[in-house]
């Protein structure tokens, strides 16, 4: 049964720390997606690859946020340094896209990350 | 103004009830209409998506777009306790590039009591 995988589940940490998140995609899927969900803000995109390269990161603070692509099985999300508002849940999706058109997300279970 | 607009809830009904869920979105380009299903503590799960306006059946599930009014909804007949989660719908949109994202609403909870 394949499964986006997240690591770690939970993590808690306080403000000025750096924060790494991780995500193996499906094997086989040729795009990653990074998604933050809040009670005020719901589900909101913060970044996207296709085939490794970043498509796609505008809904990303870019002063502490970063996301990388090591390889095809790895997805990064880092945030240095943290802030408490950075508090959410952070799901990666994998998919398989085509063209200009991109498939089924398939949803992992999520990093919840609280900032002290 | 939000793009896609969705009354959070709660939503509480008996088991066996009629759900209507509903979104409403005020962009024209959006193109494929998507609800997923988030159970707590797990990742949004595809539970239905249509391109064009009507209706499409799936077991107990029937989601319907309008596009003229930029209204989409999901109906859950004879509901179940296990249909308890949030429901999110979401749209796609083309960006820079000639790719396409999903834009999702805040989702409904929805709890179905025995």
Redesign the interface.
């Known amino acids: 049964d394949a499964r986006v995988t997240q690591t770690p589940r939970h993590k808690v940490t306080e403000m000025g720390q750096e924060v790494t998140m991780r995500c193996q995609p499906i094997l086989g899927h040729n795009t990653v997606f990074w998604y933050r969900q809040t009670m005020m803000q719901g589900l909101e995109l913060l970044a996207y690859f296709r085939n490794r390269a970043p498509l796609d990161d505008s809904g990303m603070p870019k002063d502490r946020f970063s996301a990388e692509m090591p390889d095809a099985t790895l997805a990064t999300l880092k945030i240095q340094p943290s802030e408490p508002r950075d508090s959410a849940v952070y799901f990666c999706a994998s998919g398989l896209a085509s063209g200009t058109q991109t498939d089924t997300q398939y949803f992992g279970p999520g990093t919840r990350l609280t900032v002290l | 103004q939000k793009e896609v607009e969705q009354d959070p809830g709660p939503l509480s009904v008996p088991e066996g009830a009629i759900v209507s869920l509903n979104c409403t979105y005020s962009n024209s380009a959006f193109q494929y209409f998507m609800w997923y299903r988030q159970y707590s503590?797990?990742?949004?799960?595809?539970l239905m998506?249509t391109y064009s306006s009507g209706n499409k059946e799936d077991g107990r599930f029937t989601a319907q777009v309008d596009k003229s009014s930029k209204y989409i909804s999901l109906f859950i007949r004879d509901s179940q306790p296990s249909d308890s989660a949030t429901y999110?719908c979401a749209m796609?949109v083309?960006?820079s590039?000639?790719?396409?994202?999903?834009i999702?609403?805040?989702?409904t909870r929805l709890a179905v009591h025995p």
């Open positions: 503590r797990k990742g949004p799960e595809l998506y999110l796609r083309m960006f590039g000639g790719y396409n994202k999903l999702f609403g805040a989702g």
